[in-house]
């Protein structure tokens, strides 16, 4: 019997060429979802998406945060998109997402992760859902409801199935 982890075992666990990225912040809880992804075999790159001009210095911050993680990490100008209503985004889709699908679908990436506090939950007809994070606190899961699921299938949250006091302990773990 082999003791490989393969995807749909229950793990979690993704093929190592499996590519994502990810919504970069200059905070610890984004640094652990770096981490979490890392380790369960994908191949990282971050995105700081600035949707307004005033948000060059946060992305700026972001571009260092994951550049001390050891990962590449582009810059989104993507104030057009914020300034585009729902029919030009496609129903359901924020400016955020559509500029994180847009810049993955260009750099070949399959898979999009965002530091939000929700789960994705795929029923057996394939539909997705998403689902309150573990434990108590911060909850996005509403924020994210709404999303078409096109985007959910290719949605991956890594702090949801985490307490808050986890994802702490994890940071001090990691040193981020």
């Known amino acids: 019997m082999s003791d490989t982890f393969l995807p749909g075992n229950g793990f979690d666990t993704y093929e190592s060429q499996d590519k994502v990225l990810i919504q970069m912040a200059d905070t610890a809880a984004c640094a652990v979802a770096v981490r979490i992804l890392q380790q369960q075999g994908f191949a990282v790159a971050g995105a700081a998406v600035r949707l307004a001009a005033e948000q060059a210095a946060e992305a700026e911050a972001a571009k260092q945060a994951?550049?001390?993680?050891?990962?590449?990490?582009?810059?989104?100008?993507?104030?057009?998109?914020?300034?585009?209503?729902?029919?030009?985004?496609?129903?359901?889709?924020?400016?955020?997402?559509?500029?994180l699908l847009t810049a993955a679908d260009k750099l070949g990436m399959q898979y999009v992760a965002t530091p939000h506090r929700a789960r994705v939950e795929t029923a057996s007809d394939g539909v997705h859902t998403v689902c309150p994070p573990a434990g108590v606190g911060a909850d996005d899961s509403a924020a994210l409801a709404a999303l078409p699921q096109a985007v959910l299938a290719r949605l991956i949250l890594p702090l949801g199935d985490f307490a808050p006091e986890d994802v702490a302990e994890m940071a001090a773990d990691f040193k981020v």
């Open 66 to 99: 994951a550049e001390k993680l050891g990962i590449e990490c582009i810059v989104l100008n993507a104030e057009a998109l914020a300034g585009q209503d729902a029919d030009a985004l496609g129903e359901g889709v924020s400016p955020l997402f559509a500029a």
